[in-house]
Nanobody
Framework: QVQLVESGGGLVQAGGSLRLSCASSGSTFSTPIMAWYRQAPGKQRESVAIISSGGSTNYADSVKGRFTISRDDAKNTVYLQMNSLKPEDTAVYYC?????????WGQGTQVTVSS
């Protein structure tokens, strides 16, 4: 069982920055693929950024060049650095861990970007 706890969300003005953190705990037998998703009101949850166990990354087109995902396996933590934030980035951001066929989710952290 893997537990994920996000932190770092909040209210920021357009053009500002935030860094989200996701701390994981629990027994794992392999290094998971980690990802950040987001869900805005009235919209489906969407993938924002993914980082493999080897460090390869992939981003949604809407955040490329602005967001950076990274991981510190020694600390069991994955980060999402968000720069040049836009009002359309407003959403609840969720951390996700994939281990084989299993997927785990955090409780989410709210990010609100004011114009």
């Amino acid at each position: 069982q893997v537990q994920l706890v996000e932190s770092g969300g909040g209210l920021v003005q357009a053009g500002g920055s935030l860094r989200l953190s996701c701390a994981s705990s629990g027994s794992t037998f392999s290094t998971p693929i980690m990802a950040w998703y987001r869900q805005a009101p009235g919209k489906q949850r969407e993938s924002v950024a993914i980082i493999s166990s080897g460090g390869s990354t992939n981003y949604a087109d809407s955040v490329k060049g602005r967001f950076t995902i990274s991981r510190d396996d020694a600390k069991n933590t994955v980060y999402l650095q968000m720069n040049s934030l836009k009002p359309e980035d407003t959403a609840v951001y969720y951390c996700n861990a994939k281990i084989g066929v299993l997927a785990y989710w955090g409780q989410g952290t709210q990010v609100t970007v004011s114009s």
